[in-house]
């Protein structure tokens, strides 16, 4: 219309909202693309077997070590199943290179030396059917009902020991 001059106003708006979107949509797809086009990758969690640290349904994004890279203890890891190569795990690093890790008697052994434990306070999950392919979460208080209160241990390595 004649007369009438640009709205400097909605100009500013229209960019400063056009920039928000941007900002939001890279922050929420930016570190996917990143990861992938680093050679990363990213897991979605399928069992409770990492809980309370990852949940089911949890997604993770992993990226991949350098060659020869060993990742500290404690560290979770993402690896290809040695005998399923279509499922990937989620697990977290107790033993290192050239160590030997065993279970007996329900205690962790590394190299023969008995890994001191501190049991915590049990995490309590719904007892609910697994994702694909995965186990029911394993309950302490087994049986328990469809969305009953699932009482799983948690436990952290002692302090001064090794894992």
Partial sequence: MPGQGISWVRVILGGMLGLA????????????????????SHYQIVDSAMSPALLTGDWVLAEPLDPGAVPPRGT?????????????MVMRVIGL????????????????????????????????????????????????????????????TSSGHRA
């Fill in 21 to 40: 979107i941007a900002t939001v949509l890279l922050a929420l797809v930016g570190p996917l693309v990143a990861i992938r086009i680093y050679g990363g």
């Fill in 76 to 88: 979770i890891v993402a690896y290809e199943h040695p005998k399923m190569r279509d499922v990937s």
């Fill in 97 to 156: 290179p050239g160590e030997t890790v065993q279970m007996r008697g329900g205690a962790v052994y590394i190299d023969g030396q008995r890994v001191g434990m501190e049991h915590l306070e049990d995490h309590v999950i719904a007892n609910r059917p697994p994702a694909r392919r995965a186990p029911w979460p394993k309950c302490v208080n087994e049986p328990v009902e469809i969305d009953g209160a699932c009482h799983q241990e948690l436990w952290r």
